[in-house]
């Protein structure tokens, strides 16, 4: 087993390399010390011998004075540097008596955001376990400044979190594992069990119940509650813990009561299973944490095969697409804003771009339809949805959703008010094709929502996006709803035919449909463009609220899924409710021309 130390400076590595020694050295491994450097320009990968004697390098002095606490037999003498990664197991020795060595090896990271290569790169190192270094909360919002955070969060192996030194030599630790019954506490007892020699003597469980989760106000009555709580907690854990000794507090502060059970049993370690950041924050963060005689760490689970696989293909992705440059993002970003305001533009750009899309489908034009089709703005506030959906940017979504609302509302009364004004409108092809969606239709959408954001990306590529506006087609749909409509409310007030007045409804709601499936489809094209050049969601959040900050966007994006299906399945059902009837009504034609041809003819 690997086990891998990421640090910052000389104090985070003297801190974990006892740890990393410990570790490495009870699962018969080697120990893989990794120093992050913020700096300029590409990422680069160093190998730093570890020197037989002091040298002036802080981060190879501090591993050296670490080393001198442990026996002389427990590390393996240096070696020369290579670029082999290294390795989990230990090499081969010709007596299977001889204690386990430890290797370690050093490397040094420089890129801008190690952190994040770093957790990029583990799929390759084979890392098992991870130790990170607990750094005083930074009151800035910076990435740079909670990059701990980063990995606690993302990287892909079993990750552990500590503060202070362990006792100087080799010998067994005496640990305490806490839960609170909704934690990964089986994590913790393996990893206590390790550092204990094997030793279920040494290891102690505290199991912490709050008063308020129960009911009664008898201490004893909610002490017994707690008791069988943790009693089906152990049940379903994998560890020994027949010779552990257990207590149960009923405590809500869950600082205060390992204080309390540590000053009455002396402790080296309490490590506590979670992944829940907020509470790994309060508990290494205390007021009195500095004063603490023994160490304290968090250590959460390798994430789930689901989750490594969906990093792996993203990072497969990331690594193929062209990413999107700082520069590229300020340059979109500023454009998406300004163009997705409703402002005087934009309503002037939306009243002309309907006007001439209604009167080219009254003349059944289909150039001047395209014409309309380029003066249309409505793919703009789009494609900032979508960007804003994946960075988890609420102002612009904002601003994209009231002009994509305001400007439908506005194109629809202008088609609406102009089939009034127009006398003898006879419905013909240029309309009817825009009231008979199917799932054609949905992957067009999607595909121009896919050209339109990586045009938008590439100003080389910018020239492109008027032939994306003319394959998405934005504006005909809701003036020809419009003008369906306004034509279905003549047929009421004129008393026409039933036939003819439910045909015009019908085109107004498939003409409807097909403009709610673009705009599902285009957003959600964009969306997985932005996400594939590298736009994740931005934290602007206190650290507490980023897990709240970067899960909104997915909800949303799951949502526009769930959304395109349901309207794939709509036109689906509706196209073959559509050829039901008129198999019924026209036994003897032809399927190719079962869906136009009754419908032309009722309503001339």
């Known amino acids: 087993m690997l086990i891998a130390i990421f640090a910052a ?68 003498p240096p070696e020369p540097a290579s670029s082999t990664q290294p390795t989990a197991e230990q090499p081969e020795s010709s007596a299977d008596d001889m204690p386990h060595q430890v290797h370690i090896q050093i490397r040094e990271l420089n890129a801008p955001f190690p952190e994040r290569v770093f957790t990029d790169s583990m799929q390759n190192l084979d890392i098992g376990l991870l130790l990170v270094p607990a750094h005083e909360p930074s009151k800035s919002n910076r990435i740079e400044d909670n990059w701990e955070q980063h990995l606690m969060r993302h990287a ?12 100087t030599g080799n010998q067994p630790l005496s640990i305490l594992v806490v839960t609170t019954g909704d934690d990964e506490t089986d994590i913790a007892l393996i990893r206590s069990l390790q550092l204990a020699g094997r030793t279920p003597a040494l290891v102690s469980i505290l199991f912490v119940s709050r008063q308020s989760e ?32 257990k207590t149960v507090v009923i405590d809500d502060n869950l600082s205060s009561a390992i ?60 690594q193929r697409v062209p990413q999107l440059q700082r520069d590229g993002r300020i340059r979109l970003v500023e454009w998406l804003q300004s163009s997705s305001q409703f402002d005087f533009d934009f309503i002037a ?13 009254i003349r059944n034009s289909a150039s001047v339809v395209i014409g309309a089709m380029l003066v249309a703005p409505l793919m703009t506030p789009l494609i900032g949805a979508g960007f804003a959906l ?21 194109a629809y009364g202008l088609a609406i008010v102009t089939s009034w004004c127009v006398p003898e409108i006879i419905i013909q092809s240029e309309m009817l094709s825009r009231g008979a969606p199917d799932m054609l239709d949905l992957i067009v959408a999607f595909l121009s929502g896919i050209a339109a954001a990586y045009a938008m990306g590439r100003p080389n590529l910018i020239s492109a996006l008027p032939g994306v506006v003319i394959a998405a087609a934005l504006v005909p749909p809701v003036a020809t709803s419009g003008i369906a409509l306004g034509l279905w409310v003549e047929g009421l007030i004129w008393f026409e035919s039933a036939s003819t007045v439910a045909d015009r409804l019908d085109l107004a709601i498939g003409s409807m ?24 969601s931005r934290v602007e959040a206190k650290p507490e609220d980023t897990r709240q900050r970067r899960i909104w966007p997915r909800y949303w994006f ?30 003897d034609q032809p399927a190719e021309f079962e869906a136009e041809s009754p419908r032309v003819e009722s309503i001339d």
């Open 9 to 76: 400076d000389e104090n985070d590595t003297a801190t974990l390399i006892p740890w990393g020694i410990r570790f490495a050295h009870a699962n018969h491994g080697n120990l893989l010390v990794v120093c992050g450097k913020r700096s300029k320009g590409k990422q680069k990968w160093k190998d730093i011998r570890l020197p037989a004697e002091p040298d002036e390098n802080p981060i190879t002095r501090a591993i050296q004075d670490a080393i001198k606490t442990f026996p002389d037999d427990l590390i393996a």
């Open 156 to 167: 892909s192996c079993e990750t552990m979190i500590l503060r202070g030194r362990p006792p």
């Open 214 to 245: 129960h009911i009664s106000d008898d201490i004893n009555i909610e002490t017994k509650v707690a008791e069988r709580q943790f009693q089906r907690l152990l049940q379903n854990m994998k560890a020994e813990t027949q010779n552990m000794q």
């Open 259 to 318: 204080e309390k059970h540590c000053r009455a049993n002396p402790v080296d370690l309490v490590i506590i299973g979670t992944r829940n950041l907020k509470k790994i924050e309060k508990l290494l963060h205390a007021t009195d944490a500095g004063k603490s005689s023994y160490a304290l760490g968090a250590v959460r689970e390798a994430d789930p095969l689901v989750h490594r696989l969906w990093k792996n293909f993203r990072h497969w992705i990331r």
């Open 349 to 361: 750009l939306i009243s002309l771009s309907t006007l001439i899309a209604t009167l080219g489908l």
């Open 390 to 410: 994946v960075q988890g940017n609420e102002k612009l979504i904002r601003n994209a959703a009231h002009s994509i609302g305001f400007g439908f509302a506005l």
């Open 513 to 536: 449909l097909l403009f709610l499936t673009n705009i599902v489809a285009i957003t959600l094209g964009t969306a997985v463009v932005f996400w594939a050049v590298g736009i994740d």
């Open 558 to 587: 799951i949502g526009f899924v769930v959304l395109s299906l349901l309207l794939a399945g709509l036109m689906t059902w509706r196209n073959g409710i559509h050829r039901a009837h008129e198999r019924q009504n026209h036994p």
